[in-house]
């Protein structure tokens, strides 16, 4: 079993930035890619893809929205995936996901990732 808890979350405002954690614990960590997706409220199951990072760190994804603003990183000597997020906008805001892929590397769609940690909610002010 494989448990992720996320942290970092909070109110900022535009232009601000916040960092999210993602601690894993249970079954290996290091051999699994990671990613954070993102849900806003009302636009159902879908979560969006925002970046997910092979286990190697080699291969990194970005959301097209979240390009060039967000920062992913993980340690693996900490069970630990980063997401660093710059240059906030209003329609940032959404409950963050961390999650561990089937594989060793990264994937777009949110089917290909096993394990989900609860979110943290992330709001940004205009």
């Known amino acids: 079993q494989v448990q992720l808890v996320e942290s970092g979350g909070g109110l900022v405002q535009a232009g601000g930035s916040l960092r999210l954690s993602c601690v894993a614990s249970g079954r290996t960590f290091s051999t699994n890619a990671m990613g954070w997706f993102r849900q806003a409220p009302g636009i159902g199951e879908e979560r969006e893809f925002v970046?997910?990072?092979?286990?190697?760190?080699?291969?990194?994804f970005y959301g097209d929205s979240v390009k060039d603003r967000f920062t992913i990183s993980r340690d693996n000597a900490k069970n630990t995936v980063y997401l660093q997020m710059n240059s906030l906008k209003p329609e940032d805001t959404a409950k963050y996901y961390c999650?561990?892929?089937?594989?060793?590397?990264?994937?777009?769609?949110?089917?290909?990732?096993?394990?989900w940690g609860q979110g943290t909610q992330v709001t940004v002010s205009s």
């Open positions: 999650a561990r892929a089937r594989t060793s590397q990264p994937s777009r769609s949110q089917y290909d990732y096993a394990y």
């Open positions: 970046s997910g990072i092979s286990w190697s760190g080699g291969a990194i």
